[in-house]
């Protein structure tokens, strides 16, 4: 069975990772990045409008 993931990319630091969606608040709760504490909503995270939309369809 394929895991769904979501990427995402901090604008701040550049960082790039990812997470499953149920790992994740939902695209407009209030989230950090691993790598620089940079906050903002979920959503300005995802990498891609794909991810923004698996995101939404699992949270």
Do not use: I, N
Not at 37 to 55: M, P, Q, S
């Amino acid at each position: 069975m394929d895991e769904t993931f979501v990427r995402l990319f901090c604008p701040d630091c550049r960082k790039t990772w990812e997470r499953k969606p149920a790992d994740l608040p939902a695209h407009s709760a209030e989230f950090e990045c691993d790598g620089c504490a940079a906050e903002g909503r979920t959503a300005e995270f995802t990498r891609t409008d794909h991810d923004l939309a698996v995101l939404k369809q699992f949270r």
